[in-house]
Each structure stands twice: as structure tokens, then as C-alpha cells.
């Protein structure tokens, strides 16, 4: 029984660490429909980031919380990832749409496109959500077209990268 108790507390300081250790990152998935010709993306951020981020930013009022959100939550969000997430397909800056966002558990999805897009040869993406309040953040962006998936990770020190793709 001693040797149990023993176990556990030198066990506790361990949990204790591992449970206040926060992971900082989100997933960018970027799809080119070619049906559409349009890039479809959805950026997978944790909700409770992302409110700290924008109360930081524009309003300690504003909450991500479903069913209690603040009004401009979508404008705010929009404004954020105008300014932080750019992408440019073979070579030209694109101009991206906001499309909406939801909720799932305790994650925020960002649904964005870029509409008349010629097949990707060279994509850049410039992804620097949530790098100015966590210096830790990492951003993953995958990128598919016609079933070839290339990938990038992203951090404040290197804010973009490029993919090519074989046409």
C-alpha cells in the first residue's frame, strides 16, 4: 500500500505538468474542386485561441461561446484572417472569401474559397493565425488537387511556404 502512495506522488508533479502544457496549433485544409474550379478551405483553430486572440486584438467583450456569441464575432474573424491568411496560385496574389464558420466541440471552423482557379502548378500560402499572441503556434496546411496531397508547417519564423504540383 506504501509503496502505491509513493507511486502516485512521485506520479502527481508529472500529470500536473503534462495536463498545463497546451498544444498551439491548427489544421488548413485547401482543396481544388475542379468541377468549380474554386479552392475550398477550412481552417481548424481551437475556439477558446482564437476568442483570446480577437478579445486581444478588438474587444475583451467578445465571445466565441455558442449561443452567447458577440454579434460581430464573424466580422472580427473575417477582418483577422484577411489580414493573416494570404494565398497565391501560380504566381498571383487570389482573393479569398469568407465564407462562414462553425462550431465543433471545443474547435472554430473557417470556411473560405477562392473562386475561378485555374489547376495549381505553384501555391503559396502565407498562414500567420494565431502567431501574434502564441509564439509556439504551428500551422499545418495541406493542400489537395486530383487526389495528390503536399503539406506545409507553418510557424511565426516562417509565416509561408510553396507547394508545386506536377500538371
Same mark, same amino acid.
Not at 488548413?28 to 478579445?55: A, R
Not at 491568411?85 to 496574389?93: A, I, L, Q, T
Not at 473557417?110 to 495549381?120: G, K, T
Given at each position: 500500500?506504501?509503496?502505491?502512495?509513493?507511486?502516485f506522488?512521485?506520479?502527481?508533479?508529472?500529470?500536473a505538468?503534462?495536463a498545463?502544457?497546451?498544444f498551439?496549433?491548427?489544421? +488548413? %485544409? *485547401?482543396?481544388?474542386? /475542379?468541377?468549380?474550379?474554386?479552392?475550398?478551405?477550412?481552417?481548424? !483553430?481551437? +475556439?477558446? %485561441?482564437m476568442?483570446k486572440?480577437?478579445?486581444?486584438?478588438y474587444?475583451?467583450?467578445l465571445?466565441? $461561446?455558442?449561443?452567447? /456569441?458577440?454579434?460581430?464575432?464573424?466580422?472580427? @474573424?473575417?477582418?483577422?484572417?484577411?489580414?493573416?491568411?494570404? !494565398?497565391s $496560385?501560380?504566381?498571383?496574389d487570389?482573393? *479569398?472569401?469568407? @465564407?462562414?464558420? /462553425?462550431?465543433d466541440?471545443?474547435?472554430l471552423l &473557417?470556411?473560405?474559397e477562392?473562386? &475561378? !482557379?485555374?489547376p @495549381?502548378?505553384? @501555391?503559396?500560402?502565407?498562414?500567420?493565425?494565431? +502567431? %501574434?499572441?502564441?509564439?509556439?503556434?504551428?500551422? &499545418?496546411?495541406?493542400?489537395?488537387?486530383?487526389g /495528390?496531397?503536399?503539406?506545409?508547417?507553418l510557424?511565426? %519564423?516562417?509565416?509561408?511556404?510553396t507547394?508545386?504540383f506536377?500538371?
Amino acid at each position: 500500500m506504501k509503496k502505491t502512495i509513493l507511486f502516485f506522488l512521485a506520479l502527481l508533479p508529472l500529470l500536473a505538468f503534462t495536463a498545463a502544457h497546451k498544444f498551439y496549433v491548427s489544421a +488548413t %485544409d *485547401i482543396e481544388y474542386n /475542379e468541377k468549380q474550379k474554386s479552392l475550398q478551405i477550412i481552417s481548424h !483553430v481551437f +475556439t477558446d %485561441d482564437m476568442e483570446k486572440l480577437l478579445q486581444a486584438r478588438y474587444s475583451d467583450k467578445l465571445a466565441l $461561446v455558442k449561443g452567447d /456569441e458577440h454579434p460581430g464575432a464573424d466580422a472580427y @474573424i473575417q477582418k483577422y484572417f484577411k489580414d493573416k491568411f494570404r !494565398v497565391s $496560385v501560380n504566381g498571383k496574389d487570389r482573393s *479569398i472569401n469568407y @465564407i462562414g464558420k /462553425e462550431y465543433d466541440k471545443d474547435q472554430l471552423l &473557417v470556411y473560405l474559397e477562392i473562386e &475561378v !482557379v485555374e489547376p @495549381i502548378k505553384k @501555391i503559396r500560402v502565407e498562414n500567420g493565425i494565431l +502567431t %501574434d499572441l502564441f509564439p509556439e503556434q504551428k500551422n &499545418v496546411v495541406k493542400v489537395e488537387q486530383q487526389g /495528390e496531397i503536399k503539406s506545409l508547417l507553418l510557424m511565426r %519564423d516562417n509565416l509561408s511556404g510553396t507547394i508545386n504540383f506536377s500538371n
